[in-house]
T-cell receptor, first 114, second 110 residues
Framework: DGGITQSPKYLFRKEGQNVTLSCEQN?????MYWYRQDPGQGLRLIYY???????QKGDIAEGYSVSREKKESFPLTVTSAQKNPTAFYLC?????????????FGEGSRLTVL | GENVEQHPSTLSVQEGDSAVIKCTYS??????FPWYKQELGKGPQLIID?????GEKKDQRIAVTLNKTAKHFSLHITETQPEDSAVYFC?????????FGSGTQLTVLP
């Protein structure tokens, strides 16, 4: 089945540790996105990538980093510089370019900092 | 940048009644207005979208209206069913980048 796969589903980390969240898609989409979801705040864009080897900061990029070495993969690293990293993280993809714009989301990764 | 306001934050309706969720946006250049439904523990899923050259779009029990002059758009769900219970997000922007509202928790009471 085509879709977005995020892992791990749940992750615990101690303060001061970096953690990487995985996102893989087999939809052959050009564009990929990372969103953060907090209660009552909707989805906020962290980073997005329209094409391999290129990515742009979203609204809340501080304390996060990404890479886009392969079309299928867009991992997100939550660094120790992120002041409040406990949240639900959603990865999404879309056709990109002049495509329809529909976002396809994964099932999310819940990060808890202890 | 774009700012999207969504109301109400929670909405309870009796099964069979209608539900309406409203959003406003700030960027007059926005031309794409999708609505997403998020069930518990899952990622959001597109349920309907509308582009700025259209004022209304309907898909079975779901309809969306857009007023570009007032920068308002709304989601209407008729004949609500228990499976409609979820969080609904409006969003606004372009096909390349969207800004989301804060979400509406819809509960359909049996």
């Amino acid at each position: 089945d085509g879709g977005i796969t995020q892992s791990p589903k749940y992750l615990f980390r101690k303060e001061g540790q970096n953690v990487t969240l995985s996102c893989e898609q087999n939809l052959n989409h050009d564009a990929m996105y990372w969103y953060r979801q907090d209660p009552g705040q909707g989805l906020r864009l962290i980073y997005y990538s329209q094409i391999v080897n290129d990515f742009q900061k979203g609204d809340i990029a501080e304390g996060y980093s990404v890479s886009r070495e392969k079309k299928e993969s867009f991992p997100l690293t939550v660094t120790s510089a992120q002041k409040n990293p406990t949240a639900f993280y959603l990865c999404a993809s879309s056709m990109g370019g002049t495509g329809r714009g529909e976002l396809f989301f994964g099932e999310g990764s819940r990060l808890t900092v202890l | 940048g774009e700012n999207v306001e969504q109301h109400p934050s929670t909405l309870s309706v009796q099964e069979g009644d209608s539900a309406v969720i409203k959003c406003t946006y700030s960027d007059s250049a926005s031309n794409y207005f999708p609505w997403y439904k998020q069930e518990l523990g899952k990622g959001p899923q597109l349920i309907i979208d509308i582009r700025s050259n259209v004022g209304e779009k309907k898909d079975q029990r779901i309809a969306v209206t857009l007023n570009k002059t007032a920068k308002h758009f709304s989601l209407h769900i008729t004949e609500t069913q228990p499976e409609d219970s979820a969080v609904y997000f409006c969003s606004s922007g372009s096909a390349r980048q969207l800004t989301f509202g804060s979400g509406t928790q819809l509960t359909v009471l049996p």
